[in-house]
């Protein structure tokens, strides 16, 4: 089974949605584009959060994936940016540098997770879903933590 498959009401929601993908490597970047699109999902791609931030009124995003590390403002004052303005928005942190300070930050931030590089389409797509299902209140196997990463980044 491909990615995507096994999570069909998954992806209906996701494309009635509107998705920020702020990351400064464009193969990344590019990848994360096309296969949204592919599944049909709208995404908004931008290489700083001083590129996406002029869009943000006029589109205000419901979940936005953000790196950390970016040129000019960090992923983390974006998200908490965005969070100020839309509350609603689904926030995901993602970074290649494990930090369990970053951790608490992003947690304390009111940042919904905090997923680390290199992660698989399959890693992405679960932690949507997860957070999905957690913000519209259906009732997900596992419950889980907000911030799953820094468990192992903590022990």
Not at 44 to 50: L, N, P
Not at 66 to 77: F, S
Not at 94 to 111: C, D, H, K, N, V
């Amino acid at each position: 089974m491909s990615a995507g498959e096994g999570t069909v009401p998954f992806y209906r929601k996701l494309r009635t949605m509107t998705m920020f993908l702020v990351e400064d490597d464009t193969l990344l970047r590019d990848s994360m584009v096309l296969y949204f699109r592919t599944q049909g999902c709208g995404i908004h791609a931008f290489a700083s959060a001083e590129e996406a931030r002029p869009v943000f009124p006029a589109h205000p995003p419901d979940i936005v994936i953000c790196d950390h590390w970016l040129p000019g403002m960090d992923g983390l004052t974006f998200l908490k940016q965005i969070g100020a303005q839309h509350p609603g928005a689904i926030k995901l942190l993602i970074s290649a540098y494990p930090s369990s300070q970053l951790a608490e930050e992003a947690r304390s931030a009111g940042i919904d997770e905090y997923l680390l590089k290199p992660f698989s389409i399959e890693e992405l797509e679960q932690t949507l879903e997860r957070l999905l299902k957690r913000r519209f209140g259906e009732d997900s196997a596992g419950g889980g933590n907000v911030m799953g990463p820094e468990e192992n980044l903590t022990s």
